[in-house]
């Protein structure tokens, strides 16, 4: 066997056969190369491989076949796809069926090469997180939800194919996000979030893929965008229901073409990129609206993470409490105080709707009020009607028979009221619990006539 690693590429026409061959030979990678499906399993049952390359049409079969063979047989054995110019369908089901990537007709040769180094760093990425702790960073728990979000993780990080994570406001989008990265070829390169609710419209375009200078007043010199700057990583999407449709149009181009153009460019570049999006907001329902575009939830719903709700998890709680109180009592430098058994029972029973930041935020307040050495129920500040998994004492209409708006307005009422009083009326941190922006809670309050008497 040849020192250096080894490649497949599997492909029925010569020319294509060729190049790519001889571009992985000039990056000291070994290739063997076959025109069908039939050549290619036999090769794969002489060798070994680190990578394997297929076009999707093949004339005994199609690149779906060898992924699914190679899935079975030789697991772990990361396969990318070579799609024809336009072919996003393919692509996608590529990747859903277990692809590593994807290349499209032409083939770009600044697309091929970061692809075949993050292939093949796989294994070594696979021998550094078994034999090493790769970070801080780590979902606590052992309920069947989190050991089921765990393995998704594990396999997410084996390919580069988008995830949507989705999950209520505070229940570790975030996170999830970052532990994907973490455990994956591109762990070495940079991680970048991007919350798209925060960026002005305006000014959208020009932070997603950079501009040049002259592009518009101001832009007085060449500047990168944040698909440049997560070169080689990942890009974090979170509140990407937030984004314009003008907007979506854009990233949906970028993310099928893996080619971005800056803002007052001329020519489109390619960005090696892997693209994680969430969001605690509906995409299924803000399609049929029409405020979310379907192609692009489909790009980027390739495969979906669903994180579950702390109130689904409730034996976590005290694991989740440990940790935290741990963390928060070592960044104060102050000793960890123990907790009451009434004040562990009241946290065990409490349905947090605002999930585990929520639950970070309680115990942040009741470290600022506990005596030092014990968190009581008083501390804790916690509704004690909310506190069980039953409805809080506003959470109903008095009258079921109301008309739907009056209906939905009581409702957004008492979201709000109890919000307001969890957080013992901190509009901030009652925007924060609700999962939407200060200025969108200010909004609702004065629209719903709350200002007066929240003030």
């Known amino acids: 066997m040849s020192a250096f690693p080894a490649c497949l590429v599997v492909d029925d026409e010569t020319d294509i056969r060729e190049l790519l061959v001889l571009t992985l030979e000039r990056m000291d990678i070994r290739a063997d190369s076959a025109s069908s499906l039939s050549e290619a399993m036999h090769l794969l049952k002489k ?55 994807y290349l499209t007709k032409p083939i770009s040769l600044k697309q091929l090469r970061p692809l075949v180094q993050s292939a093949l760093k796989l294994s070594a990425a696979d021998k550094a997180n078994a034999s090493e702790d790769t970070g801080a960073l780590k979902l606590i728990g052992n309920s069947p939800a989190i050991q089921h979000v765990r393995s998704m993780i594990e396999k997410l990080s084996r390919s580069q194919a988008p995830v949507y994570i989705s999950g209520e406001s505070g229940s570790g989008k975030e996170l999830a996000a970052r532990l994907i990265h973490q455990h994956s070829s591109r762990r070495d390169g940079p991680f970048i979030a991007v919350n798209c609710g925060a960026i002005p419209e305006n000014l959208m375009e020009s932070e997603f893929f950079g501009h040049k200078k002259g592009a518009f007043t101001g832009a007085i010199q060449d500047k990168e965008g944040m698909f440049h700057a997560a070169k080689g990583g990942t890009l974090f999407l979170d509140e990407v229901a937030d984004l314009p449709l003008a907007m979506q149009v854009k990233l949906l181009r970028a993310i099928q073409e893996k080619k971005v153009r800056m803002v007052g460019g001329t020519q489109e ?85 605002g999930n585990v930041r929520e639950l970070e935020n309680v115990l942040e307040r009741a470290l600022a009020l506990c005596d030092g050495n014990t968190i009581t129920v008083d501390d804790l500040l916690l509704d004690q009607d909310a506190s069980a998994h039953a409805p809080s004492a506003r959470s109903a209409p008095e009258d079921e028979g109301l008309p739907l708006p009056d209906y939905l307005e009581h409702i957004e009422k008492t ?33 719903l006539g709350l200002s007066k008497d929240t003030d």
């Not at 992924?67 to 996608?92: C, F, K, M, W």
């Not at 192609?295 to 409490?321: F, G, H, S, T, W």
């Not at 619990?433 to 909004?443: D, K």
């Open 47 to 101: 060798g070994q491989y680190g990578l394997c390359l297929t076009d999707m049409r093949l004339p005994d079969g199609s690149g779906l076949d060898l992924v699914n063979r190679i899935a079975q047989d030789y697991p772990g054995l990361p396969v990318a796809v070579i799609t024809a110019y336009g072919s996003a369908e393919n692509a996608v089901s590529a990747l859903k069926a277990g692809a590593f990537d």
């Open 269 to 353: 570049e390619s960005v090696d990129v892997r693209i994680i999006s969430a969001t605690h907001k509906n995409l299924s329902v803000l399609m049929e609206r029409g405020e979310f575009r379907q192609d692009l939830y489909y790009r980027l719903n390739v495969i979906e993470l669903k994180l579950p709700a702390l109130r689904d998890m409730p034996e976590d709680i005290p694991m989740l409490v440990d940790a935290l109180l741990a963390k928060q009592c070592r960044e104060q430098n102050r000793p960890i105080p123990t907790l009451s058994p009434e004040a562990s029972h009241m946290l065990a029973r409490h349905s947090f709707p």
């Open 415 to 447: 979201a709000i009221l109890n919000a307001l009083e969890k957080t013992q009326h901190n509009k901030t941190a009652a925007a924060k619990l609700l999962g939407v922006s200060f200025r969108t809670f200010r909004y609702r309050l004065s629209k």
